[in-house]
């Protein structure tokens, strides 16, 4: 099953400080559960991303990258290809917070 949310039109949010450090707080137990490797951001990728966001809101993703621009360059194009917000990255792992459109898990303050 193929999901592709590039097509549709998602409302962007920003993050408030507030609300990054909750995210940060529920996301600290987490562990990466999409990995993007020596292929780089592949479509297969996004789409395991997509789904992994519609069912969690909040994931880690792991990124084997050479150096910090291109690492740095996979976090954001992955982050926009899914309509999601980049809430922390630490080394090789961006926490990603996208909420679900109807009865969304987690609660901002």
């Known amino acids: 099953m193929k999901i592709n949310l590039n097509k549709s039109i998602l409302y962007?949010?920003?993050l408030t400080n507030k609300q990054q450090?909750?995210?940060r707080s529920l996301a600290h137990s987490l562990k990466p559960v999409v990995a993007i490797g020596n292929l780089g951001l592949t479509d297969?990728?996004?789409n395991e991303t997509n789904l992994v966001l519609e069912t969690h809101e909040l994931i880690k993703a792991k990124v084997n990258a050479e150096t910090r621009e291109e690492k740095a360059k996979f976090i954001e194009s992955l982050a926009k290809q899914t309509d999601a917000e980049i809430v922390q990255t630490i080394?090789?792992?961006a926490v990603l917070y996208r909420p679900k459109k109807k009865n969304p898990i987690i609660i901002l303050p």
């Open 21 to 23: 450090r909750h995210l």
């Open 91 to 93: 080394g090789h792992i």
């Open 12 to 14: 962007k949010m920003s």
């Open 44 to 46: 297969a990728v996004i």
